[in-house]
């Protein structure tokens, strides 16, 4: 029996189905049952209806409700962790840590809504404004339509109806096509809350078509997209009335200059570049290093990509599984070629082996080949050299995308110079680009997308300052 579809917190089934297929070998992991145009009007209509009970819950409500779900999240985390591994391909190690992860998303939440506060403004600071008082409070905007990518079927589910739920919003989620079966776990927990029924449905709609038609509706007050640049662009523009959060791609620079420790710089590439077999948004692509010590870093960073196990996503010794599918596979193959063929040395890897990418270090590269200029999302690490710090920092600059960079340096006036000229949204010194804590600030600029997430970010995105002004009564 196909796995139901979420409406207004409760599971149906009818209609169509879609298998979600492992990408390591293929094996068919469940069927879900796929919804159809009136189900999913009844989920639109539902999160409508529910807005105005949504926002009038006590903090105490919300806050407990997503304390329960940290807590069902906790207790079933190893399962979900499988879950995770399953659909998306994710090695059992990183598909641990996503769970765990989404366990805090809903626990910071929740300590974000017990601080959700406001603030109060003194109106008579100038002459003729009288003896009046400002208190200033958010308030969710309105149902928030939220669409995720197949990478963290998980925490980034969490990422959209944790916050939505603290800022008082009921939210309608559409996951991956390619990774519907943890959404639908987190949805199920959320339905078990003594939150409103129509808090949270989870749509798994596999058609463009129809996910558009979803963003367009305009009972939805805000959207929350995590996805590719281009399809985040363009729903952008077809809503230009609608609050949109958009977390889009990048190809993430990471700057090694001659005072850093490369030893520590090379295993921490290694781990930005390669654990999601590179198919994570703030995975380190290029990496520039002082030409002093171009040569032995990257001896160091082939030696520890050489210690990297690629193989078996359930064997918890894995660090690299298999791309989410043959079409990721044969763009990461012509992207290495095309640098090759340019000029480009393959250190290591350089190759396919079904259903991997070969974890692969890319040596002598220029922008203007793909596995710089643009986002490989695959297991590949570009490097080049540079000579000043200035240059570095004017290289990672040039690109279309602005999300996450890292800085190896001991100089702490370069780790400033570095937080102010990168045009990014995140400056990670010392480590790779790819870190990110839950509650932090996390979005980027130019291509990358537009607002923020991390928890007390996203309520913040999902709801808007009231004013209220109080006047003295005159005696």
């Not at 409406?7 to 209609?15: E, L, T, V």
């Not at 980034?156 to 096509?177: C, D, E, T």
């Not at 959207?223 to 281009?230: D, I, M, R, V």
Request: proline share 7%.
């Amino acid at each position: 029996m196909a796995r139901p579809f979420l409406i207004a917190g409760s599971p149906r089934s009818r209609g169509s189905t879609a298998e979600v297929v492992n990408p390591l070998d293929g094996s068919v992991v469940d069927t879900v049952a796929i919804p159809n145009d009136d189900d999913v009007e009844d989920a639109v209509a539902a999160a409508s209806a529910t807005f105005d009970e949504a926002r009038r819950l006590p903090a105490h409500v919300r806050l407990n409700a997503l304390t329960e779900v940290s807590e069902a999240l906790a207790a079933r985390s190893a399962e979900l962790a499988e879950t995770i591994a399953r659909e998306g391909g994710k090695p059992l190690k990183w598909a641990r840590s996503e769970a765990q992860r989404a366990v805090s998303t809903f626990r910071i939440a929740a300590e974000e809504t017990r601080r959700l506060g406001g603030e109060v403004q003194r109106l008579d600071t100038e002459d003729g404004l009288g003896s009046r008082l400002g208190i200033v409070r958010r308030f969710p905007v309105g149902p928030v339509l939220g669409i995720t990518p197949f990478n963290f079927p998980l925490n980034l589910v969490a990422h959209k109806v944790a916050p939505a739920i603290a800022a008082g919003a009921p939210i309608v989620v559409k996951p991956a096509p390619a990774t519907p079966l943890s959404a639908l776990a987190l949805g199920e927990i959320v339905a078990s809350t003594a939150l409103p029924a129509g808090m949270i449905s989870v749509l798994p709609v596999p058609e463009p078509e129809r996910a558009q038609r979803l963003v367009q509706d305009e009972r939805f007050a805000v959207l929350s997209f995590t996805g590719s640049a281009p399809v985040g662009w363009r729903l952008k523009e077809l809503v230009p009335r609608k609050k949109v959060i958009l977390e889009l791609g990048g190809n993430a620079g990471v700057i090694v200059h001659d005072d850093a420790d490369l030893d520590h710089a090379a295993a921490r590439v290694a781990m930005g570049g390669y654990y999601q077999a590179g198919q994570s948004c703030i995975s380190t692509q290029r990496v520039l290093v002082q030409s002093r010590v171009y040569d032995a870093f990257c001896e160091r960073l082939v030696k520890e990509v050489a210690n990297l196990k690629v193989g078996d996503t359930m064997d918890p010794a894995t660090d690299v599984g298999p791309l989410i599918n043959v079409a990721a596979l044969d763009r990461v193959e012509a992207w290495v070629q095309e640098a090759i063929d340019g000029g480009a040395r393959a250190l290591c890897g350089g190759r396919r082996e079904d259903p991997f990418y070969v974890p692969t270090v890319l040596a002598d590269t220029t922008p203007a080949m793909k596995v710089c200029a643009e986002e490989v999302f695959g297991p590949v690490v570009a490097v080049s050299r540079y000579e000043t710090f200035d240059e570095a920092i004017a290289t990672v600059n040039f690109s279309p995308y602005g999300l996450q960079a890292g800085v190896f340096t001991r100089d702490v006036d370069r780790v400033f110079l570095a937080h102010r000229d990168l045009e990014v949204g995140a400056v990670i010194a010392n480590d790779q680009s790819a870190y990110r804590a839950d509650q932090m600030p996390y979005g980027g600029t130019k291509d990358s997308g537009v607002g923020r997430e991390g928890l007390r970010y996203a309520i913040e995105e999902m709801t808007e300052p009231r004013l209220l002004v109080i006047s003295k009564v005159p005696l």
